[in-house]
């Protein structure tokens, strides 16, 4: 069983910047494809990136997120930059064996439980 815990959340103004960590207890995270999803209220939970041996992000990130990961640590990254108000989520983080970075957030396995994001304007 892998559990998931997010941390780094929290209120900044727009423009600034965020890093969300996730650390994954558990086997084998290397093998692990790791995704950042959020969720909005009132909205679907939408994709934001991957990273397995490569990354995915969605159109919207537009360069001012960066998923890495380190596997020594068991932690998967999330650096936003130049956050926007419309960026104001719920941010979860999720993974998955066998398979490399996809969108769908039915394709991933473990979930974390969430951290709120808050940008002001």
């Known amino acids: 069983q892998v559990q998931l815990v997010e941390s780094g959340g929290g209120l900044v103004q727009a423009g600034g910047s965020l890093r969300l960590s996730c650390t994954a207890s558990?086997?084998?995270?290397?093998?692990?494809?790791m995704g950042w999803f959020r969720q909005a209220p009132g909205k679907e939970r939408e994709f934001v990136a991957a990273?397995?041996?490569?990354?995915q992000y969605a159109p919207f990130v537009k360069g001012r997120f960066t998923i890495s990961r380190d596997n020594a640590k068991n932690t998967v990254y999330l650096q936003m930059n130049s956050l926007k108000p419309e960026d104001t989520a719920v941010y979860y983080c999720?993974?998955?064996?066998?398979?490399?970075?996809?969108?769908?957030?039915?394709?991933?396995?473990?979930w974390g439980q969430g951290t709120q994001v808050t940008v002001s304007s």
């Open positions: 558990g086997r084998a995270f290397a093998s692990m494809t």
């Open positions: 999720a993974g998955r064996f066998y398979g490399g970075p996809v969108v769908g957030k039915n394709e991933y396995t473990y």
């Open positions: 990273i397995s041996w490569t990354t």
